[in-house]
């Protein structure tokens, strides 16, 4: 166990119905990543939150999704009118910030499984 | 082509054996390696950081090469417990920090 923590840890949905997925990060880790991994590959980098800022959001992440960080401490992804793409394990990972190399803890992942 | 390329696998080798791996990453401004493993259905860990000196942890040796932008990763009398995917991870040191991840590579250790 890392310390970061992801929920629900399974997910089965109808297409085009709306998920949410929850992220609690270490928490004195100001910043927080969520990245998406499908079968064979390895994760991809989806956006990127330093506190509540969300700083950075890949072209992997249309405009059906969202992420949040209202407090900068939990952190939110929102799936809406899920397509059968968007099937995959969505991770979440926390580090502090500052100079000189921290690492990125993973939580355990949410397994997404759109029919 | 993929930031960073890794041979997917898989590979299968008898306990007691010498595995490498190999990855190359074509963005040169990366300033950051490491390798992490992914055991199945879990998230994943890092194993260690590369350096160009190279570096060794017990049974794990990681050498990384700037000039051709080469990472490997040896391991040494291999165990049940080695069995596991390798991932090949790059990073730029400014901005966003985030983690580039290679396709990874698939172990099994077979008794």
């Known amino acids: 166990d890392t310390g970061v923590s992801q929920d629900p840890r399974h997910k089965i949905t109808k297409r085009g119905q709306n998920v949410t997925f929850r992220c609690d990060p270490i928490s004195e880790h100001n910043r927080l990543y969520w990245y998406r991994q499908t079968l064979g590959q390895g994760p991809e980098f989806l956006t990127y939150?330093?506190?509540?800022?969300?700083?950075?959001k890949s072209r992997l992440l249309s405009d059906r999704f969202s992420a949040e960080r209202p407090k900068g401490s939990f952190s939110t992804l929102e799936i809406q009118r899920t397509e059968q793409g968007d099937s995959a394990m969505y991770l979440c990972?926390?580090?502090?910030?500052?100079?000189?190399?921290?690492?990125?803890?993973f939580g355990p992942g949410t397994r997404l499984t759109v029919l | 082509r993929k930031e960073v390329e890794q041979d997917p696998g898989p590979f299968n080798v008898p306990e007691g054996a010498t595995v490498a791996f190999n990855c190359t990453y074509s963005?040169?401004?990366?300033?950051?390696f490491f390798w992490y493993r992914q055991d199945c259905r879990k998230e994943p860990k890092l194993l260690m950081s590369v350096y160009s000196s190279g570096n060794e942890d017990g049974r794990f040796t990681a050498q990384l090469n700037r000039a051709s932008q080469y990472i490997s990763l040896l391991i040494r009398d291999s165990k049940l417990s080695d069995s596991a995917t390798y991932l090949c991870?790059?990073?730029?040191?400014?901005?966003?920090?985030?983690?580039?991840f290679g396709t990874g590579t698939r172990l099994t250790i077979i008794p």
């Open positions: 990972a926390s580090k502090t910030g500052g100079a000189g190399y921290n690492e990125q803890f």
């Open positions: 963005n040169s401004a990366s300033q950051s």
């Open positions: 991870v790059v990073r730029r040191d400014f901005g966003n920090e985030k983690l580039t």
């Open positions: 939150f330093q506190n509540e800022a969300q700083l950075e």
